[in-house]
């Protein structure tokens, strides 16, 4: 696996080449547009995926990650087989120490669905599950010593579960139409929309019912497990 070279402010973590884009792309979009660097960590090759074969995965996240203004970075964790334990915890931590963020997104943790459910993918659970103890692991010196420690001020989840009230919702309406691109970028998988599943259009009604919470047209839902600390940009700044 190649090292990951730079720092970055901002790193997404998804277990599949489309999970960040279909979860969380206007907000990436966003977070480019204001100045942030972002690393897009996919930890598998999507080697398992119903369509499409990893050549071409690899060259659609790229593409996609063209669209976003994110830089791609793949691992190579197994495709529906990302586990819980200890190796993955520390690769998560190194991968941490190495692009040394403010922030990290990961897809929420623990599935409430039903297994016929297209959010139920195993993969996305156990990734969420890796981030959060990795990013633990990456504060500790003694756990890799060869490389500096790192803690993540901020942890945030995507792929908040239908069943859970997010409590953070990102304006995306200004961006929603890159948005749309990066996901289509993802043509193998636009295959599935052939099918009874439009993901497409069952991607922008997730958008409008979000943006509904916080009055917008669209919105991209998250959920913090820390409270979040009022501070001069979002709460005692002169603007508000
Ligand atoms: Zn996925």
Aim: proline content about 6%; hydrophobic content about 40%.
């Amino acid at each position: 696996m190649d090292e990951i070279t730079g720092t970055y402010d901002v790193v997404v973590i998804g277990p599949h080449p489309d999970d960040v884009e279909m979860g969380m792309a206007g907000t990436v979009i966003r977070l480019v547009e204001t100045g942030k660097s972002v690393l897009n960590i996919c930890l598998t090759r999507g080697e398992k995926g119903t369509y499409g074969t990893t050549e071409i995965r690899r060259r659609e996240f790229a593409a996609a990650n063209k669209v976003l203004g994110s830089t791609p970075y793949m691992s190579d964790f197994p495709d529906t087989a990302v586990t819980v334990d200890q190796e993955g915890k520390l690769k998560i931590a190194r991968m941490i120490r190495e692009a040394r963020p403010k922030i990290v997104f990961a897809p929420y943790h623990t599935n409430p669905h039903g297994h016929h459910d297209g959010a139920a993918n195993v993969d996305h659970f156990a990734t969420g599950l890796l981030v959060r103890d990795g990013v633990k692991l990456a504060r500790f010196k003694s756990v890799m010593p060869e490389i500096p420690a790192h803690d993540v001020p901020y942890l945030y989840y995507y792929m908040v579960p239908k069943s859970k009230m997010p409590n953070i919702v990102v304006d995306v309406t200004s961006v929603i139409d890159r948005a749309r691109d990066s996901i289509l970028a993802y043509e193998t998988q636009m295959a599935i929309q052939k099918q009874k599943n439009p993901i497409l259009h069952t991607l922008d009604v997730l958008r409008s019912y979000y943006g509904l919470f916080i009055g917008v047209e669209y919105g991209e839902a998250f959920y913090s497990e820390e409270a979040i600390s009022f501070g001069p940009t979002n709460f005692f700044g002169p603007s508000d």
